[in-house]
């Protein structure tokens, strides 16, 4: 069985910073591709970033280019969203999947201004 925990989610003040973790068990990553979502209240679902197998090819929403950064540690079977200068229209709910098939339950950001 797939499973995904995202954690590091938190409230912070806008401009701060915060770091996603995703740690996949049941599947091996290394192959495979991982991405985040997220869902604000009363909007659809909407892409933020993923990253392919190969770590070097990565793409981002335009809403966050230049201010998140996604990897991976193959080795931890991880992925990270280190998500800096953060303004309130971050604030969501952030999912991880692995290829878009499996997902994981989320994990609140929530930014003040």
């Known amino acids: 069985q797939v499973q995904l925990v995202e954690t590091g989610g938190g409230l912070v003040e806008a401009g701060e910073s915060l770091r996603l973790s995703c740690v996949v068990a049941?599947?091996?990553?290394?192959?495979?591709?991982l991405a985040w979502f997220r869902q604000a209240p009363g909007k659809e679902r909407e892409f933020v970033a993923a990253?392919?197998?190969?770590?070097?090819?990565?793409s981002y929403a335009d809403s966050v280019k230049g201010r998140f950064t996604l990897s991976r540690d193959n080795a931890k079977n991880t992925v990270y969203l280190q998500m800096n200068s953060l303004n309130p229209e971050d604030t969501a709910v952030y999912y991880c999947t692995l290829n878009r098939r499996y997902w994981g339950q989320g994990t609140q950001v929530t930014v003040s201004s």
């Open positions: 049941g599947q091996d990553i290394t192959s495979n591709n």
């Open positions: 990253i392919g197998w190969a770590a070097a090819i990565t």
